[in-house]
C-alpha cells in the first residue's frame, strides 16, 4: 500500500480515522491524502438550484485541520482535496478508484440502529462500494 485517502469530515469521528491513516502511511511509507466531501442539497427539480453544504471558509477549516492533525503524527506531506457530490460514499469510493488509492481509512460516527436504518451509514457504504481495502476507524 502506497496510497491511502483518509475521508474526513467536521466531526470528532475524524480523529481516529486521520490517526490511523498516519500511522499505516508511516509504517508503509505511504502518500497520504485527507479528503472531505461538500455534499450538494437541493436542486432537484425544475429550475431549482443546488447548495453545498459547506461555505469554501467552513470546507478549507476541515481540510486545514484534518492535514494539521496528519502532520502532527509525522506526516510530512499531506495533500488535501475537497469533492462535490450529493452521494458521500460514492464520492469517496469514485475519488479512490479514479486516483488508484490502495486503501481508504473512514471514520464512523456510531449511529443509532434506528438512524443507520432511516439515514444509511456512509463508512458502510464506502466499505461495500471500494475496490480496494477499507479501514473503519473508532
Known amino acids: ?6 475521508a474526513v469530515d467536521d466531526t470528532e469521528h475524524s480523529k481516529p480515522a486521520i490517526d ?4 499505516l502511511a508511516l509504517a ?4 497520504l491524502t485527507v479528503a472531505t466531501v461538500n455534499q450538494l442539497i437541493g436542486g432537484y ?5 443546488a447548495t453545498l453544504f459547506w461555505t469554501e471558509n467552513e470546507l478549507q477549516n476541515v481540510l486545514q485541520k484534518a492535514a494539521a492533525e496528519a502532520k502532527s503524527a509525522g506526516i510530512a506531506n499531506v495533500k488535501a482535496v475537497s469533492i ?8 469517496i469510493t469514485d475519488y479512490a478508484r479514479e486516483g488508484n488509492f490502495d486503501h481508504i481509512v473512514a471514520g464512523t460516527g456510531g449511529k443509532s440502529a434506528v438512524s443507520r ?16 481495502p477499507v479501514t473503519v476507524a473508532r
Open 84 to 91: 462535490e457530490s450529493r452521494d458521500l460514499a460514492l464520492a
Open 45 to 49: 427539480g425544475r429550475g431549482g438550484a
Open 20 to 23: 490511523l491513516a498516519a500511522k
Open 1 to 6: 500500500m502506497t496510497k491511502i485517502l483518509c
Open 28 to 31: 508503509l511509507k505511504g502518500d
Open 117 to 132: 436504518m432511516m439515514l444509511g451509514s456512509v463508512s458502510r457504504d464506502v466499505v461495500h462500494l471500494a475496490h480496494c
